[in-house]
């Protein structure tokens, strides 16, 4: 450490000054209003110059701001992850003093972050369209390539209302009129351009870079109220370079083509209607395919887990005694007895179930349960309800109705451990058996509202720390593991398990949640070794989550192109000439017999139209035959995706399609059995 300013460890701190502790646990003593470019600099000229912010006990500043009090410090440099944050920030600033360059009288009003980008509203009488978006961009490439400074000053509320009715930023008046009076204001300057704002940024405008683009305009309500006016909202992008946005825009462009939504379309799988809003109308290739996940889920609990099935609607008293009342009423739905009649015999309030796990506790508690009864695991294919904003639907991915794939264990403090190992092990080999190999575990921790004590918590947590190493030992680092402070359910912590797609989107779907608190709720116990009334550990798990929402990722994941044992039409036959349509329905009916789901195509059509068309379904197997094929007893076959074709003698082909249809949870299941 070479900064003039620092003093010796040893020495004692005198007033004035503030102790910094580095990256590498050196602790240094600086004067009292020291800034991180100062310290930067005292380093060396070129971290100075690579540096566009510090954080001080985690928090970004900004590399200007007067460092008043102890902190852990670190310098942020730009191709740091976390200064992808500043850059978006600072793009956003940038897009708002393009917009008010090009054309004065545009009022600005908010501009966040947002995940991959960022975005800013904006008031004019005329909205803003896309044939604006390179314009934009152009401007913003201008006031970039300035290099103008980020400057941070602070007003006295009064004064910057004052400031912003002169020049007529009606609703930037509106948001200071929400700050109280004695607060004071951050303004942040780039060259004469300025905007409220809390920061952080980096030092200049330059240091943004060209690795950003304009993607969109859409409208927004101000405030997100009807009543309001109408906004422009400018959607960007930035990255920390061309080669990262690159990356980004080809994830679009392949996002757009395996969208489910499209593809549920061209396969015929499902469709949604304002009718049912929020729920799927399956069409019977989409049917087929829910089932072979339904049924792949059902055999892998098989011998395990116990399949029941709790009703739909119950009365409110009993989610008011789960806490769903209380956290969750505004996602759920009401329901009672139709007619002033029906009404008058039973005034009772029921609520159609968002989850599993009060019904399962009931049935638990219906009989007396022992020690030895334990661990008992309990699973449901269950349709739930739960209210989503119609602005928030999103085809398969957010749904109002969908089948949850949960499970509850009820167990004993003691067999916790092992219980949530051995569910990590079912979830990882599951999402294994779907090709997904990029895994990370996240311990999700006590959120702000909960239920419980404190030291219901803490003994939790402590247990889920403990298999979350475990898990990530018994890996051998293939799955990676992290920590989400504060989000953990209402009722107690829980592992989320994220997977990453062909294309590096990132999924949450399972989860385990450990639950000291719903079983002491409804009085669940069972009888201990030692004939005392003991309560029940309660470990809530899912794999998919939902099964409609999974089904969309793996369409994506897929896009389209399924597995041969999951697509819903594995086989497709059809003909050259009529010639062949005897034989063809032969090669059906062998199809249908070894158990694949296969579709005959007779039509007076060229074959090219009729292969071109299945290809476009996605079916993954096309048997053409001809006059010569019926001669020969063969098949032609033809693999989606591919231009090459085989010719195989009928009964090998229906044997080599049969092995590949196999599910992997069942080819494990012979491959054992042969080896034993």
Not at 289 to 313: C, H, I, K
Not at 570 to 578: K, P
Not at 633 to 661: C, F, I, P, Y
Request: with cysteine; proline share 4%.
């Amino acid at each position: 450490m070479t900064d003039p300013q620092a003093r010796d460890d040893s020495a004692r701190l005198a007033d004035g000054e503030v102790k910094l502790t580095f990256p590498d646990g050196a602790k240094r003593s600086f004067d009292a209003g020291v800034t991180g470019r100062e310290i930067a600099e005292g380093i060396s000229k070129s971290l100075s110059k690579k540096a566009v912010a510090v954080t001080l006990d985690g928090k970004l500043a900004d590399l200007s701001q007067a460092i008043e009090d102890d902190a852990a410090i670190e310098i942020v440099t730009r191709d740091d992850p976390r200064s992808l944050e500043l850059i978006r920030h600072d793009a956003a600033h940038v897009m708002a003093e393009a917009v008010q360059e090009l054309w004065p009288g545009t009022q600005v009003t908010i501009g966040p972050v947002i995940e991959n980008g960022f975005y800013y509203d904006f008031f004019r009488n005329e909205p803003f369209t896309t044939d604006d978006l390179p314009r934009i961009e152009e401007k913003m490439r201008e006031i970039i390539n300035r290099d103008a400074p980020f400057t941070c000053e602070v007003k006295d509320r009064n004064e910057v209302r004052s400031i912003f009715e002169k020049m007529g930023e009606a609703f930037k008046v509106e948001l200071v009129d929400a700050i109280p009076e004695d607060q004071q204001i951050k303004l942040y300057h780039q060259g004469d351009w300025f905007d409220l704002c809390r920061g952080p940024h980096m030092a200049s405008t330059g240091q943004i870079g060209d690795a950003f683009k304009l993607m969109r305009v859409a409208g927004a309500y101000w405030r997100g109220d009807a009543r309001n006016p109408m906004l422009t909202r400018i959607y960007g992008t930035a990255w920390h370079n061309k080669a990262e946005l690159d990356a980004y825009l080809h994830q679009l462009e392949e996002a757009e083509k395996r969208d489910h939504r499209r593809l549920g379309r061209e396969m015929d799988l499902f469709h949604f209607q304002e009718e049912g809003p929020g729920t799927v109308f399956w069409h019977p290739k989409g049917w087929t395919l829910f089932q072979e996940l339904t049924a792949y889920m059902r055999r892998r609990l098989r011998g395990d887990y116990d399949e029941v099935n709790a009703p739909q609607v119950i009365d409110k008293s009993l989610w008011e005694t789960s806490g769903h009342w209380q956290w969750f009423r505004e996602n759920m739905f009401m329901a009672r007895p139709a007619g002033e009649e029906a009404e008058s015999e039973d005034e009772r309030t029921y609520a159609i179930k968002p989850m599993n796990c009060p019904g399962h506790l009931l049935i638990f508690k219906h009989g007396l349960k022992s020690y030895r009864d334990l661990p008992l695991r309990m699973a449901e294919f269950g349709t739930v309800h739960r209210f989503e904003p119609s602005g928030a639907l999103h085809g398969l991915m957010r749904v109002r109705a969908f089948t949850h794939n949960d499970a509850h264990i009820f167990c004993t403090e003691e067999q916790m451990a092992q219980a949530c190992l051995k569910i990590n092990d079912l979830i990882l080999s599951t999402y294994a058996d779907f090709d997904f190999d990029h895994i990370t575990v996240k311990l999700s921790t006590r959120p702000e509202h909960r239920v419980g004590s404190d030291e219901a918590w803490d003994r939790a947590e402590a247990i889920m720390e403990r298999v979350l190493k475990q898990i990530e030992e018994r890996s051998g680092g293939r799955i990676s593991t992290g920590i989400n402070p504060g989000e953990g359910a209402f009722y107690g912590p829980k592992f989320e398990y994220v997977l990453r797609d062909a294309i590096g989107r990132d999924w949450q779907c399972g989860t385990t949640q450990v639950d000291f608190n719903l079983p002491e709720r409804f009085g669940a116990f069972f009888i201990d070794a030692d004939g005392e009334k003991k309560v029940p550990v309660m470990i809530h798990r899912a794999i998919c989550g939902s099964m409609e929402r999974f089904l969309g990722i793996l369409i994506e994941n897929y896009a389209g192109h399924f597995p041969l044992w999951l697509a819903p039409i594995q086989v497709v036959v059809t003909t050259i000439t009529s010639d062949a349509d005897g034989y063809a329905e032969e090669v059906n009916r062998k199809l249908w017999a070894a158990g694949l789901r296969s579709e005959l195509d007779l039509r007076n059509e060229k074959i090219n139209y009729k292969v071109r068309e299945h290809s476009l379904a996605k079916v993954p197997v096309i048997l053409v035959c001809g006059k010569r094929e019926a001669e020969e007893g063969t098949v032609n076959v033809r693999r989606l995706g591919s231009k090459e074709q085989q010719s195989l003698k009928l009964d090998d082909a229906v044997a080599a399609l049969t092995g590949e249809a196999t599910p992997p949870d069942l080819a494990r299941t012979a491959k054992a059995a042969s080896a034993a």
